[in-house]
C-alpha cells in the first residue's frame, strides 16, 4: 500500500517532487504556446513583430488617453460638488443676513 504524503520523509518527498515535475522546454513549449493563442485571440499578429509593436503602441496611446479622460471627468465632478457647496454656504449666509434685518 503506497504511502501518503504526509507520512513521507523529506528525501522521500523531494523524490517524489522530482518524479512528477515537467521538464523545462516542456513548460516553455506549453506557455509560448497558450501566449501566441492569447496573442492571436486579442487581434494581434504574433507572425509580424513590426505590426506588433504597432498594436502595442497604439493600445499604450488609448491607455494615456483614456487615463487623461478619466482624470479631466473626476476633476470636473470635483469642480461641480465644490462649487455646489460654495454656492449652498453662500445661499445660506444670505438667508441668515436677510431675515436679521
Known amino acids: 500500500m503506497p504511502k501518503k504524503v504526509m507520512d513521507l520523509d523529506v528525501d522521500e518527498f523531494q ?5 512528477q515535475e515537467p521538464a523545462p522546454e516542456y513548460v516553455e513549449g506549453i506557455v509560448t504556446k497558450v ?4 496573442m492571436v485571440e ?3 499578429d504574433v ?3 513590426a505590426e506588433q509593436r504597432t498594436d502595442f503602441f497604439y493600445l499604450r496611446r488609448s491607455r494615456r488617453v483614456a487615463d ?6 473626476r476633476m470636473s465632478f470635483i469642480g461641480t460638488l465644490i462649487t455646489a457647496t460654495l454656492y449652498a454656504i453662500g445661499q445660506g449666509i444670505k438667508a441668515i443676513l436677510t431675515k436679521g434685518g
Open 68 to 73: 487623461k479622460v478619466t482624470m479631466g471627468a
Open 42 to 44: 486579442v487581434g494581434i
Open 47 to 49: 507572425d509580424n513583430a
Open 35 to 38: 501566449f501566441r493563442q492569447g
Open 15 to 19: 523524490a517524489l517532487i522530482q518524479q
